[in-house]
């Protein structure tokens, strides 16, 4: 457990590189911006989209996506979980299904862009664990999707 602490600690400290550079705007643990910072060994990316109801990630989702293969490729050996969430429309097992889905296409695009394929794993949480109101559409949107977890798969 403490090699896992110091391996995480280790490792977002490599991302943000000088401790003393760290903008405010941005997570003390990762660069990815502070709004996201839920634990040091958790990030929200934002801008990821799939086409409705399916796990094809839809084009305008690649920056984001290459973005931040780039800064997991300065982690070597840091474990990456890819976890899918969806909203709660529709079925709890679809719902299951798809989140996995949708976090099994990351987690490929992630290894066919460079990150080794035994340090990437996929999970898909279904409708569980929301983050906002699914009785919104803003709320819905934000309950769709695709967290990073690092540590031990």
């Not at 590189?17 to 990815?32: P, R, Y």
């Not at 709320?139 to 695709?146: M, P, T």
């Amino acid at each position: 457990m403490r090699r896992l602490i110091l391996v995480v600690a280790v490792a977002c400290f490599v991302l943000v590189g000088l401790a003393s550079t760290v903008m405010a705007d941005k997570c003390e643990f990762h660069s990815w911006p502070r709004k996201h910072c839920k634990k040091p060994n958790k990030v929200i990316l934002d801008g990821i989209y799939f086409t409705s109801g399916s796990a094809k990630i839809m084009k305008k989702s690649y920056p984001v996506l290459s973005e931040n293969v780039e800064k997991l490729k300065k982690v070597k050996k840091l474990p990456i979980i890819v976890v899918g969430y969806t909203d709660n429309r529709g079925g709890t097992k679809a719902n299951e299904r798809l989140s996995l889905a949708r976090a099994n296409s990351v987690k490929e695009y992630f290894i066919t862009h460079g990150l080794d394929v035994s340090r990437v794993s996929a999970i898909g949480m279904g409708e569980s664990n929301p983050v906002a109101d699914n009785s919104t559409r803003n709320g819905r949107a934000q309950n769709r999707r695709i967290e990073i977890e690092f540590g031990d798969k």
